[in-house]
Every structure is written in structure tokens, then in C-alpha cells.
């Protein structure tokens, strides 16, 4: 029970990594309040979290919104008076194209979610993470180490966000908060599944030969699961990482070394 009567707090809660972060966290003995923009996963989340015997609130948050944001932290503390961990894992869908034909104004969208929604919502809950000691983790992407085509975007957005996550450690730690960055490789879940259907579909193979020729790269010959890299996340968050901040904490299966 490494989270035991925390009440952690996820954005970007969807059918992948985002519920595999608040179940984990629901079964390491924490509440948790769920924000995304939509409700579409949010009811189906909040009730594995009550399963796994925890209080869910769902929140629907756009944290590009001020106000928005403002609103999940303010009913955050109406409700449960702390926060404990913040896991800043919402993220834009990037334009796939090569660098040099990208219109700048197409990364904006993504930049003000990876990023400044990470940031707004660190700045408006450094002074509740600080009362309680708490804690910070932020989902970067295996785009931030690797340089493939068409992925520049997503690079840039992701790269940045490690750089705020490390230098919010340098400012934070004085104050007793821990800030760490997840750095996941691809993860096998829903949203994965579907796109590997897809690409099955258009070779003319199954989804299995797809999965498999991906797995061969990598040390483990697997991808990694959402509850996996979820596990990660738990760590860094909780006080078993307790003199560990400004770390990146590499989950891939081994598909490169870091």
C-alpha cells in the first residue's frame, strides 16, 4: 500500500495509461480525482477506483483552460483538504510530419497541453503539494530520446517537458516536493491495439505478426503494459523514491538503453 490514504490527482485520464495510473493508485490505498476533457472514460475509471475501494472524482478539465484548471484544484481541496501526488500525464495528439513542413501554429495545441497544462496545474498546486510533502511525476514519451521521421513535433513537446520537470525539481525541492518524469516506450493498451489493428488491416496481416515484428527490437520481446508502466509511476510518487527527484525512469522493455 505504498500510496495508503493519499489522494493523488491524474489528468489526462483515458483508456490507457491514464487508468491503468488512478486504479494502481486506487489499489495502493489512495483516493484519487480524475480529469480529462471528456467523460467518456471518466465514469467508467472512478468506478474501478471505488472497486478497488478508494473515493473517485471525476472532474472534467480542460487544463489549457485557467479556469478549468483552477476548478480541479479547487474541488480537489473542497473535497479532500491535500494533495498528495500530481501525475501530469494529459498529451495532445502531435502532427506526423517532417520538421520542415510544419506550420509552427500546429504545435501550439500540443505544446499548451504537454506542456503549459503541466505547468499551470504545478503552479497552481506547488502550495498543496508542499503542506503535505509531496510529490510530481510527469509522462514524457520515448520521442524525447529517439529521432524518427515525422515525430519532430512530439519530440520537441515531449523534451521539453523533462526539461520543466527537472528544473521544477530544482525550484520544489527546498520545499520538500519531489518532481520525476515516466518515460515510457510503447505501450501496449486500447489505444495501441486499435492502431496495430489498423496497420494489420492495411498490410493485409494480423495484429500479432504487427505486435510481434515490434517486439523483436526490443530485450524483452514485449511491449510493455499500461499497469506496468503505471508501476513506475506509483514508485516515483510514493516514498519509496523519497530521496529521488529530477530523475527520468526509462520504461520500454529494453527497446533502448538510457
Known sequence: MMLQDKVVVVSGVGPGLGRAVAVGSARAGADVVLAARSNA????????????GRKAVVVPTDITDPAAAGRLVKTTMDIFGRVDVLVNNA????????????????VHAEMDTDVFGALRLTQLMADHLAATGG?????????ARLSRPGFGAYKMTK??????????????G??????????????????????????ANERGVTTAQVYEETAANLDLRRLPEAEEVAN?????????????????LDVNGGEYHH
Open 91 to 106: 498529451f495532445a495528439v502531435p502532427p506526423i510530419v517532417p520538421l520542415v513542413e510544419l506550420d509552427p501554429a500546429a
Open 159 to 172: 523534451s521539453a517537458l523533462i526539461a520543466l520537470a527537472q528544473t521544477l525539481a530544482t525550484e520544489l
Open 232 to 248: 513506475a509511476v506509483l514508485f516515483l510518487a510514493s516514498d519509496l523514491a523519497r530521496a529521488i527527484t529530477g530523475q527520468c
Open 135 to 143: 510529490s510530481m511525476v510527469m509522462v514524457s514519451s520515448v520521442a
Open 41 to 52: 472514460v471518466l465514469d467508467e475509471v472512478a468506478a474501478e477506483v471505488e472497486q478497488a
Open 174 to 199: 527546498p520545499r520538500g516536493v519531489r518532481v520525476n518524469v515516466v518515460v515510457p516506450g510503447s505501450i501496449w493498451a486500447a489505444p495501441l491495439r486499435e492502431y496495430y489493428d489498423y496497420l
